[in-house]
């Protein structure tokens, strides 16, 4: 079993930054992948970054690139996303999940395990 819990959000004005923080709990955490994903309402849950167990591999969503990081601390079992240059359109609740073991495209919501609460991130013009 693995407990997520997100923090850091908050409103920030249009090309402001935020981190958002993930504390795991759980055995399985340090050997497994984590993904961030953000809902905005009345739209379905979208894939934002995905980062391997070491933190040697990162992917990141097309409407990211270049502005969203994400990066993991195994001893302390926290993953964080870094988010930079940020606009209106991603204004949404940010979750943290825990990859699942089968092979469901990573992008996809259903092949992760463990969900966060989730963590409001708005973003004013």
């Known amino acids: 079993q693995v407990q997520l819990a997100e923090s850091g959000g908050g409103l920030v004005q249009a090309g402001g930054s935020l981190r958002l923080s993930c504390a795991a709990s759980g055995r399985t955490f340090s050997s497994s992948a984590m993904g961030w994903f953000r809902q905005a309402p009345g739209k379905e849950r979208e894939f934002v970054a995905l980062?391997?167990?070491?933190?040697?591999?990162?992917f990141l969503a097309d409407s990211v690139k270049g502005r969203f990081t994400a990066s993991r601390d195994n001893a302390k079992n926290m993953v964080y996303l870094q988010m930079n240059s940020l606009k209106p359109e991603d204004t949404a609740v940010y979750y943290c999940?825990?990859?699942?073991?089968?092979?469901?495209?990573?992008?996809?919501?259903?092949?992760?395990?463990?969900w966060g609460q989730g963590t409001q991130v708005a973003v004013s013009s």
């Open positions: 999940a825990v990859r699942g073991s089968g092979t469901i495209y990573y992008t996809d919501p259903s092949g992760y395990a463990y």
């Open positions: 980062i391997n167990w070491s933190g040697s591999s990162i």
